[in-house]
Nanobody
């Protein structure tokens, strides 16, 4: 079984920054896709950012220019750098990964493995 463990969440004021980490129990250098998702109270989970096997990235329009997804394969860790945070960014953030090609872009991908989530709260 693959385990993904998120960390780095917390509470910040609007305009602040956080860096989320996702440690994987399997080599991240061979992932087809890795991504970050978030779910706010009463809303469905939405994709935030994704990175494919060659390092190409994609972002939701709402976070483009503010968030950066990256990974360190030597540490088997995925990151999400979040800058200029807004109250609407408040949500539980989940990382996801897959090592199986499913014929979809990483922005529209049915991930097999998910972390437990980490809370991000942005106050105004």
């Amino acid at each position: 079984q693959v385990q993904l463990v998120e960390s780095g969440g917390g509470s910040v004021q609007a305009g602040g920054s956080l860096r989320l980490s996702c440690a994987a129990s399997r080599y991240t250098g061979s992932t087809v896709c890795m991504g970050w998702f978030r779910q706010a109270p009463g809303k469905e989970r939405e994709g935030v950012a994704a990175i494919d096997r060659i390092g190409s990235t994609s972002y939701a329009d709402s976070v483009k220019g503010r968030f950066t997804i990256s990974k360190d394969n030597a540490k088997n860790t995925l990151y999400l750098q979040m800058n200029s945070l807004k109250p609407e960014d408040t949500a539980i953030y989940y990382c996801a990964a897959d090592w199986m090609y499913r014929g979809r872009s990483c922005a529209d991908y049915e991930y097999d493995y998910w972390g437990q989530g980490t809370q991000v709260t942005v106050s105004s």
